[in-house]
């Protein structure tokens, strides 16, 4: 069983994959770990450029499963001790992705990056800022840039179970409620060199939505128990 899981989402990556998974590889390299590409109904050619190596493994999904779902089923198949994810697109080092594991590995807490130096569209920055915002007053999480990547912890502490972008708040809600400080890593995004992001305008309203709905259909209440 490797000491670390490395879970990579990819959705039409094809331009960024093989860069990403290659310059992790060469960070991690000494360690014990297993990097598991997850293809989440890509309509490119990003299910064919994952190295062929022991280190690898590769989930491909006929459909798109959700930025959530995703992750989930990369982490179906992970068998590290300490699980995490990082995004496919290459905007955040491998370096740190590095840092964010071997705290999570040696403190035994949930550990995440936190951007400091951002490429993203004025709106995508503005709807950052009022979720963090909303979840800080509203939930209590006072976590700087609560859907930054790379997060990794231990995998006894818990396993997500939202399919969408709601996942990395549903993380947060469950290591908060186990009374675990979240340890941040400080990073500088670099600008995406291909393709685009995947999210969309209506992302917020998701967010939204489920902040909302978590109180009313049980989900709250059974992360926090």
């Known amino acids: 069983m490797p000491d670390y899981s490395l879970v990579i989402p990819c959705y039409n990556e094809a331009a960024n994959l093989l860069n990403v998974v290659r310059e992790h590889m060469r960070a991690l390299e000494g360690l014990d770990y297993e990097i598991i590409v ?32 995703g992750i989930i089923e990369g982490l179906r198949v992970a068998s590290g001790s300490v699980v995490g994810y990082t995004c496919g697109d290459g905007q955040i080092s ?29 709106l995508r920055l503005f709807q950052s800022r009022v979720y963090n915002w909303i979840f800080a007053r509203v939930l209590g999480l006072y976590v700087r840039d609560i859907n930054a990547m790379p997060k990794a912890w231990p995998r006894r502490l818990m396993m997500p179970e939202s399919r969408d972008w709601f996942i990395d708040v549903e993380l947060m809600i469950k290591i908060h409620a186990q009374g675990i400080h979240v340890m941040e890593v400080e990073t500088e995004a670099r600008p995406r060199l291909s393709g685009r992001s995947s999210t969309r305008w209506f992302t917020g309203f998701g967010y939204l939505w489920n902040a909302i709905t978590m109180h009313f259909d049980g989900r709250y209440r059974r992360w926090t128990r």
């Open 38 to 69: 997850v293809d989440n109904g890509s309509t490119d050619d990003t299910h064919a450029l994952v190295l062929n190596s022991a280190r690898i493994k590769r989930v491909r999904l006929e459909q798109n499963q959700g930025y959530g779902g």
């Open 94 to 122: 491998a370096e740190t992705t590095l840092r964010v594991l071997m705290l999570a590995q040696m403190y035994q807490r949930c550990a995440k990056a936190v951007r400091i130096t951002r490429y993203d569209p004025p």
